[in-house]
Structures are given as structure tokens and as C-alpha cells.
């Protein structure tokens, strides 16, 4: 009851400040009136930002009528400047979704490997702990250089960015499964497989899935960054040419859209993160 | 004759490096045996090495020197003809009560059906009393019911041996009380071999048929293997008034209170490594000092 309560009037506040915030941006762009004494020609040159005293910047009206035209139609494709926002959310989250899912491939057998052997964790730290910091835009040339196609270098990026936190996480996980777990499974007799994904898979899920929750906050960051930088196709490359379209109202558009996409993506692995967690 | 030596361990000895180098002996040249359906504890005070005599027994830890033979073959790993029963229960909390014991027995029976398998673990979760919470996952469980889960992974799988490691130490008296009656019964029903390790004075005598006694860590030896002298049929709310009772019980107390400490200074002239004095402490009835009976030493 109390908790229901709570949500109830942390809504209510939601919605005011959205209220409230809304109210404020028409308010900041919306014109003073009308300019007295314009000859009609010079207005007709200055256009509305001038006479009308209007901003530029566009209000919650505009950007709400763009969305709405998104929403009417959201996969058109009228050549390769004009495509549907649906169209470039597809080639962005199925970028992601390859190169991320190239990093779970190459993570997790390699984290356990990892964990696993005290050996293998010393000797791979060095690497790992250089490779880490890199940003992964510094990989963007590398990578266009020795794949020659811009769309599976924004794929490489976005695998050598997903791999890192996961590749930590699983080692981690892995290496910490507590030791009586473990002789439970050896004074069964069970062999290294078995015991691998009976008992090392279960007990260290948990990290490794809060590894690839990271992960894929990350891949979501970096790959508007990085179709900005190659263009042709997604959603970063849609903001990036509605800049240069000075089309402010998109760009907005694009900021929510995006917003709602890595919202959804962090959701998903947060549903898996509870699915695969255990209480002690 | 096999079956007075069914285990033997034969000159064992453990070192671990210590904190400023070197090394540090826990226990030096031990040597006992255990016989086929004998139930025996070690008593002794922690850093005496019991719980690595333990795990040498259950094949987790394998000692510098000397053997471990279990029915006339070394120790050289885990098996799952000996089972063991962790102080800290050791469930898989990702799995429910049958998901755990299922485990056990589909690691043994690889070959069985998984029907099998469930009824199989069924059978021992009623066994120790649990029928109706197979459902549930160890987090649900109390203390009790989850030590008593860890008992019917380790009788599932029908082991040869039950090593058990202080597994009723974590309890509350009642609880204790009530799965030392219920391990005790079954393990004189099936005539299950036992070796157990535990601090409280008690639950040896009323659980074991032999109990050997450790001087303290480190280079830790066998003092004495003590033979209960009451009878198998034993009830708890009874034995204080058996005439050896306190015999046994004051001998014990003995030991951990000063004869673990100062055995090794004073070791009998013909004290032999290979065979450890045995002795029964026989006793007349004495007078029950009151507020005694029951008390545990730690």
C-alpha cells in the first residue's frame, strides 16, 4: 500500500516537471510579437526569426509534430539521405546487435579460460589492462584501413567496446565461485565440463550478466558516435545529417529516440540479470 | 581382516608454507584405521588439522607423506564412494532441495532416467524428514533443514563412507539435538561407516563408537584413541546415568583442556606413531554434579 502509494506521487511529479519543463521551452522560444515599421520586402528577407521575434530553436510543438510524422511513417525510404527513422533505429541496434553479440562469443569462453587459470589471468592482464582504456573510435581508422567496409567497421567498434566489460566481469565471476561449491562438485566426481556449466556457469551468471549490461550501455553510446563518423546509414548518421540539414526538430527527435532504445536495451539485460540471479 | 582395516591412514603428514617462509607442519606421521560400519569422531582444538585429515579423506586435499587407503586402495582424489557432509551445507542456491540432491544422484547413476533420478532423490529427502519442501530453494530453507538437505545429498549417492565436518556446529541446541538422533539412526540402520569431526564433547560420546583425540597444532599427533563404553543402543536422555558415563566424558575434558597441550612434552615411553594407545574408560557411578550434564567444550 504504501509502496503503490509512493510510485502513485513520484508520477505525479514526473509529469509536472514534464509539465513544467514543456511550459518553460514554449515560453524560450516563442516570439514577442510582431516588429513594428518593417518595409514587408526586408521582413520577407529576415523571415520569422526577425519579425516575428521567433527563436530558431524550435518548441515542444514542433518536435512533437515531427514525432508524429515519424510515428505515421517510420520505414520509408526515399534514397540514401532520405530513409524512415525506423529504417536507421534497424541498421543501428543490428550493428550493435552483431558486434555485440561477436564480443559474448569471444568473451565468455575467454573470461572463463581466464578465471579459471591463475596462469592465463597474469599473462593476459598486461594486455587487457592497455586494450581496456582505449576509446574504440581510436580503433575506427585501424579498422576501415584492414576491412575496407565502413558498416563491418562500425560492427568491429562496436565488438572491441562490448568485449572489455564482459570479458572482465566473466573472469571475475568465474575466478570468485566459492571454493565449497566447487569440491561439492569434484567429491561428486563431476568432470571439468560438466562442472563447468553445472556449477561455474550458475554461480558466476550473475557477474557476467552485469558485465554485459555494461556492455551493452556502452555499444549504444559509441555506435551513434561511430556512424557519425562513417555515415551512409543509422541513427547517428541521421543526426548528424539533419544538422547539416538544420533541421533542429530531428535532432531532438533523435536524442529521445535514442534515449528510448538504450533504455529499452538496459531493460532487457536487466530482466536476464534477474532471471539468472540467486538468493543466498 | 579387511574389514578392521576398511580405513586406514598410514603415516600422514601436511605442511603449509607459513606467513615469513618456511613451513609449517599441521600434523605429523598420523596413523589409524577405522573399521567397516564403525562410527568414529577426532576431537581436538582448531589449527590441530582435523578438517585436512578430513579432506584427505574425501581425496580434496592429498598429504605431503604417507597414504590414505580405503579398502586397500590409495586415496589419489574425490570419489563418490565417500561422501561429505560440509559444515556450511555447500548447496547450490540456484537449486531447489530436489534439484540439489538430484544432482548428487545423477552424478552417480549417469546412466539413469531422469524419473529415476527424481524418485531416487525423493526417497532420501523424506528420509531426513524434509517431504513437502522439495520445491523450495536453499535462501527459503532454515539452518536445519539446510544442513539436513546436505545429509540426504550425501546418503543419496549410497557412499561407502560419510565424512562429515563439525556438520552441527551452525545449529541451535534443538535443532542439533534432533539431527543427531536422526544421522545416528541411520547410520546404524544401514551400518554406514562414519568419520566425523567435531569440537562438542557430547555429540561424540553420544554418536561414536571410537573417538580419536589430537594434541594441539601445529605438528599435531594422535594422543589416544579413545572406545566408548556405552552401549550401541544408546538414548540420549538416558546415557548420563550409564556407570561410564563420566568416565568417558571426564576423560575427555581432560585431554582438551590439558592433556592436548602438554601430551607432546610427555609422551609415554612406549607411545608408537603406528598404534596409538587405545583405551576405555571404564568407570563406578558417581554423583551427577549438578547443572553439568549437557555442557558443551569448545
Redesign the interface.
Known sequence: MRESNLGFRAGIVSIAILVIFGLAWHLAVSGTGPAQNIDPEYAKLLGQTAVQGKSAMPGPIDVLKTIWGHLKEPFYDRGPNDKGIGIQLAYSIGRVLIGYALAIVVALPLGFVIGMSPLMSRALDPFIQIMKPVSPLAWMPLALYTIKDSSISSIFVIFICSLWPMLINTAFGVASV?K??I??A?????GNLRRAF??IL??AAPTIVTGMRISIGIAWLVIVAAEMLVGGTGIGYFVWNEWNNLSITNVITSILVIGLVGMLLDQALARVGRAVS??? | MSDEKFISIEGISRHFDAPGGGKTTVFEDVWFRIAKGEFVCMIGHSGCGKTTVLNILSGLDLPDEGAAIVDNKAIEGPSLDRAVIFQSHALLPWRTVLGNVAYAVSSKWRDWTKARIEEHAKGFIEKVGLKGSEGKRPAQLSGGMKQRVGIARALSIEPKILLMDEPFSALDALTRGTLQDEVRRICLDTGQTVFMITHDVDEAIYLADKIILMTNGPEAMVAEIVENPLPKERDRNQIHKHPSYYAIRNHLIDFLVTRSKTFKSEVPNDYDRRRPPVVRPQGQPQPVPPGEAGRKVA
Open positions: 566459492r565449497e561449491w569440491n561439492v569434484r567429491t561428486l566426481e563431476v553445472t556449477v550458475p554461480a540467486f538468493p543466498e
